[in-house]
């Protein structure tokens, strides 16, 4: 539902651009045929067909009297203001399908681009609230965080809070390279799912043996469980709140 209500939104925001031009061609297009019919004495039909095939007018001249600089000086503004608005249709066009699709794929790259040269950093898997929560801490050390997250309104929201982030499914072997996670000092498992956390631990720790492992999970079962798969520190987020709720009476 919520990828509909996207294309909706971007099938209205493309035509809310489209709607000049088509209009200014509209226009011109109005404007052409009531000149033609006013200087030229020429019916609707015979003045769109004039729009179409402007020769047609030095052959109508030669058998009818009339304003024939004239109206030959009216079409040549008319049809260049056409040529202008069909260019500008198209470039608007152009422009509302692909520009944003590509101002996309160069900010993709540069993020590519910045990750490849970091080292000893952090990959936070998954920016929920405990992501997010995770994200932030780090980085108000000097520590540089990349984060790997599938959904793209919170993909979009690591970005907007100013991390390095790349739309994945971090439980894939490609999305934990591209995140460099062979050069990684860290990298933990936050999402609200203990078997994709444990699945990240898994394929993290054969790709970096050396890494750093941490995992969310969901109960002290879960947490033997990661442990076996190489976990080094396992964050249970009720267990850590009741913790600091005692250490406050």
Request: proline share 2%; aromatic share 4%.
């Amino acid at each position: 539902m919520e990828h509909s209500d996207n294309t909706t939104g971007t099938d209205r925001s493309l035509l809310r651009q489209l709607s000049r031009p088509v209009l200014a061609f509209v226009g011109l297009v109005a404007a052409g045929v009531i000149g033609f019919v006013t200087l030229g004495g020429v019916g609707v039909v015979n003045a769109l067909f004039w729009l179409l095939d402007p020769t047609s007018i030095e052959l109508h001249f030669q058998t009818h009297d009339g304003p024939a600089t004239l109206v030959k000086g009216y079409a040549i503004v008319v049809l260049t203001g056409l040529v202008v608005a069909g260019l500008w249709t198209g470039e608007t066009a152009l422009s509302a399908a692909f520009g944003g699709q590509i101002q996309t794929e160069l900010s993709r790259m540069q993020i590519a681009q910045q990750i490849e040269k970091l080292d000893d950093h952090v990959v936070v898997c998954g920016y929920g609230t405990f992501g997010q929560t995770v994200a932030e801490q780090v980085g108000d050390t000097d520590t540089q965080v990349v984060v790997i997250e599938q959904q793209t309104e919170q993909y979009e929201r690591a970005l907007d809070d100013g991390h390095l982030a790349l739309e994945a499914d971090a439980s894939r072997e490609d999305a934990l390279t591209d995140a460099g996670v062979k050069r990684a000092d860290t990298v933990i498992g936050a999402i609200d799912d203990t078997n994709a956390n444990i699945q990240i631990a898994v394929l993290a720790s054969q790709l970096a043996p050396t890494v750093r492992l941490i995992v969310r999970a969901g109960d002290r079962q879960d947490e033997t469980v990661a442990r076996r798969v190489g976990a080094d520190e396992v964050i249970i987020p009720e267990v850590v709140s009741g913790k600091q709720v005692c250490e406050r009476l």
